[in-house]
């Protein structure tokens, strides 16, 4: 520890004992400093305080009595605040502590080293602790004190060289890997990428700390019952870890911070997103299987809508053959649900149209513009079609670019959406909160309904093909909101009476055999 012109002040000199001496209080001191804004704790009835029982823990970890320390807490608790300022504070004791900070990508974990470094330049802390960042190794993601301490950012999949954590052949702290949200939220229902991941740990990570007192400690929440920190609670590394589990909500009822989620907040949650509440907040993920999506979500309305504008969603199969996935077209209208529980402001889609055929490739051009044709029967002209650029999309697209009246629009769903999984789950709360419509007409509905019943968190289920235009449907018209915004400001699309006349038309006529 340097000596510093505070030690000369008596005040400033028992400042600095408090903030050396407690974590918490030096987070306090300087969240101020660095913001502006009070460190606030939290209050919960009848449990402890989470920044009193993190900084508990991280102290042991800096005191060397856990080297291996695990925290499972939801997102939006300050995790990374905590880590951040744990850094900061150990190069206050030990200015030559050597850090690897990993994250799901280098680019977070850079994100977070530059707030680390953002603290230490901080005048005061200086003043206090006399310990400076060299200007010639400066960078967010890999900085050096003068005294020879460092901190590194690294991204958990990826490949790490250069440096070590810590120093040999030492009986104080002298610096930690720390992993902070090992996985990307969509990412983790990807089989390889959580092997991957995993792999990365074992033949990468493990291996960084140099010596017996070196830690490792993980950050963050549980996303899925095979991801790394499940892996590591339970010790299949070989390790023990001190395994701290933060529910959002405790076996009493208690809430972990009440400010940050409120009882309504937490009730529906637990309703619309049980697989998240479940995995981010309980620390619980629950293994995979059905019921992602339930019957009950879906809505059947008597009046149909007053839709701001319409649009086709399209999925087109590998082949022709039935036992693939069958090429789907389907039919929205975006409106605004005014009701006296939900207010203004809230969107749903009409599910207005579906069709699911198994067709030749050559004949997909054909049907498309049947399926065209029949939604401009229903008085409300398709705007746009979202196709998937892929397979057969590709060829689909080329042949309709010049089709007059209609806006063709490609779409790159793996690129943008990540794995089938991640998606169905991304989409979850919006049919969870029952933003997903139809008509009581509706002929489609049932088949619709039923391959969204069938769907299985762990790909198990026939065919998604349906499932597939409505996750499209929902990202453009309801996750983007750029349809929103562009249309609620112009509504004068006449309420749509004719579709119930239509529906009525040809139910007797249009006879078809979905395959689910």
């Not at 919006?430 to 509706?442: D, G, P, T």
């Not at 597939?468 to 309801?478: C, E, M, V």
């Amino acid at each position: 520890m340097l000596v510093t012109d505070a030690d000369r002040d008596p005040d400033l000199a028992l400042l600095k004992a408090k903030m050396l001496g407690s974590l918490l209080y030096f987070i306090q001191i300087f969240f101020k400093l660095r913001t502006g804004r009070d460190f606030v704790i939290s209050n919960p009835d009848g449990r402890e305080s989470h920044h009193i029982t993190v900084c508990r823990e991280l102290t042991k970890v800096f005191n060397l009595k856990s080297k291996r320390l695990l925290i499972n807490i939801a997102p939006g608790h300050g995790k990374s605040t905590f880590i951040s300022y744990f850094i900061a504070w150990s190069f206050a004791h030990y200015p030559d502590c050597q850090f690897l900070y990993v994250s799901y990508s280098h680019e977070l974990a850079s994100k977070h080293t530059e707030n680390i470094r953002s603290i230490m330049q901080l005048p005061e802390y200086n003043k206090f602790f006399g310990v400076s960042i060299r200007s010639d190794s400066a960078a967010k993601d890999n900085f050096k004190t003068i005294q020879g301490g460092s901190v590194k950012a690294f991204g958990s999949g990826g490949s790490i060289t250069g440096q070590d954590a810590g120093l040999p052949h030492l009986d104080r702290f002298s610096g930690a890997v720390l992993i902070d949200d090992a996985h990307k939220p969509k990412d983790v229902h990807s089989e390889s990428e959580r092997e991957s991941v995993i792999s990365n740990y074992n033949e990468t990570i493990k291996p960084r700390p140099r010596g017996p007192n070196v830690p490792i400690v993980g950050i963050g929440q549980m996303l899925h019952e095979q991801d790394l920190f499940s892996f590591l609670r339970n010790g299949s590394d070989g390790s023990r870890w001190t395994k701290v589990i933060l529910k959002t909500e405790d076996d009493c009822g208690n809430i972990l911070d009440p400010a940050l989620t409120p009882r309504e907040m937490v009730e529906q949650e637990k309703k619309y997103n049980p697989y998240v509440w479940a995995a981010q907040h309980q620390q619980d993920p629950q293994p995979a299987g059905g019921g992602i999506f339930k019957p009950e979500w879906f809505v059947h309305l008597a009046d149909e809508p007053n839709m701001l504008v319409t649009y086709i969603t399209v999925d087109t199969a590998e082949t022709d053959k039935t036992y693939n996935d069958a090429t789907v077209f389907s039919f929205w209208g975006l409106y605004e649900i005014r009701s006296e529980n939900r207010g203004t402001g809230v969107y749903g889609l009409h599910w207005i149209d579906c069709v699911s055929l198994h067709v030749e490739p050559a004949e997909l051009e054909i049907e498309f513009r049947s399926f065209y044709a029949n939604c401009c029967q229903y008085k409300v002209k398709p705007t746009f079609a979202a196709i998937e650029k892929k397979s057969t999309g590709v060829t689909l697209i080329s042949v309709l670019e010049s089709y007059r009246g209609l806006d063709i629009r490609p779409i790159y769903r793996t690129k943008a959406s990540g794995s089938k999984i991640a998606r169905y789950f991304e989409m979850q709360p919006y049919v969870a909160k029952k933003l997903i419509s139809f008509s009581k007409y509706a002929y489609h509905a049932d088949m619709c309904i039923e391959q969204a019943r069938k769907i299985t968190a762990n790909n198990t289920h026939a065919h998604d093909d349906i499932i597939d235009t409505l996750y499209d449907a929902i990202r453009i018209g309801l996750i983007d909101e750029s349809l929103i915004m562009r249309y609620k400001v112009s509504n004068n699309t006449d309420v749509v009476k004719s579709i119930a006349d239509h529906f009525k038309n040809i139910n007797s006529i249009r006879q078809q055999t979905w395959q689910i």
